[in-house]
C-alpha cells in the first residue's frame, strides 16, 4: 500500500518525490540509467606514478601496519632503491648489511654503529637477475618477521611490473 507523503513531511522536505508506504518512509528510486552496481574501492590507498615512489609506499605501509623504525630496499652495493623510516638507519642498515649479504641469505641480529643499536632482519631477494636486499629496523622480532615478508613480495612485483 503506497500514499502520498503527508503535509508534515512535505514541509520538511519540499520539491521531494519521496513517499510514505505502510511500512516506512522511502526514498525515490533511481530511474532509467540508475546505476545500482556496487562501487568497487581499490585496496591500495596510494599510488605511486614512478617505480621508486611505488617501493616508498609499499615501504611506508609496512612500518606503519607493523610499527617498525625503518625499512630500506637496496641493490647488491649497498644502495638504498627506496626507504622509509628514519634516513639515517636506513643508509646504515643498508651499508653495512651489503658486508653480510654475499655470505648469507638471511640476517635477524643486531648492528651496532657510531653509538646506536638497531634490531634488523634482513632478507635477500632475487628480482630479474639482481639480488636485492630488504632490511627491516626496529618493531618486535614477529612485526619485523612479517614485515619483511610483505616487503619482500611488494619489491619484487613492483620491480617486476
Same mark, same amino acid.
Given at each position: 500500500?503506497? #500514499?502520498?507523503?503527508?503535509?508534515?513531511?512535505?514541509?520538511?522536505?519540499?520539491?521531494?518525490?519521496?513517499?510514505?508506504t505502510?511500512?516506512?518512509?522511502?526514498?525515490?528510486?533511481?530511474?532509467?540509467?540508475?546505476?545500482?552496481?556496487?562501487?568497487?574501492?581499490?585496496?591500495?590507498?596510494?599510488?605511486?606514478?614512478?617505480?621508486?615512489?611505488?617501493?616508498?609506499?609499499?615501504?611506508?605501509?609496512?612500518?606503519?601496519?607493523?610499527?617498525?623504525?625503518?625499512?630500506?630496499?637496496?641493490?647488491?652495493?649497498?644502495?638504498?632503491l627506496?626507504?622509509?623510516?628514519?634516513?639515517?638507519?636506513?643508509?646504515?642498515?643498508?651499508?653495512?648489511?651489503?658486508?653480510?649479504?654475499?655470505?648469507?641469505?638471511?640476517?635477524?641480529?643486531?648492528?651496532?654503529?657510531?653509538?646506536?643499536?638497531?634490531?634488523?632482519?634482513?632478507?635477500? #631477494?632475487?628480482?630479474?637477475?639482481?639480488?636485492l636486499?630488504?632490511?627491516?629496523?626496529?618493531?618486535?622480532?614477529?612485526?619485523?618477521?612479517?614485515?619483511?615478508?610483505?616487503?619482500?613480495?611488494?619489491?619484487?612485483?613492483?620491480?617486476?611490473?
Amino acid at each position: 500500500m503506497r #500514499v502520498q507523503a503527508n503535509d508534515r513531511t512535505a514541509r520538511a522536505y519540499p520539491g521531494s518525490s519521496a513517499r510514505l508506504t505502510a511500512g516506512g518512509f522511502l526514498a525515490r528510486g533511481g530511474g532509467p540509467g540508475h546505476h545500482r552496481a556496487m562501487v568497487t574501492q581499490d585496496r591500495r590507498l596510494r599510488r605511486g606514478a614512478t617505480v621508486t615512489q611505488s617501493l616508498r609506499f609499499q615501504l611506508a605501509a609496512c612500518c606503519e601496519e607493523g610499527h617498525i623504525a625503518a625499512m630500506v630496499v637496496a641493490d647488491e652495493n649497498g644502495l638504498p632503491l627506496a626507504s622509509s623510516g628514519d634516513p639515517y638507519a636506513c643508509d646504515e642498515v643498508a651499508a653495512r648489511m651489503v658486508l653480510v649479504g654475499p655470505r648469507i641469505r638471511e640476517f635477524n641480529g643486531v648492528l651496532f654503529g657510531s653509538g646506536h643499536r638497531w634490531d634488523v632482519q634482513m632478507k635477500k #631477494v632475487d628480482c630479474q637477475g639482481a639480488e636485492l636486499l630488504v632490511c627491516v629496523v626496529g618493531g618486535t622480532a614477529e612485526a619485523r618477521q612479517r614485515q619483511i615478508t610483505r616487503g619482500a613480495e611488494g619489491a619484487v612485483r613492483i620491480l617486476a611490473a
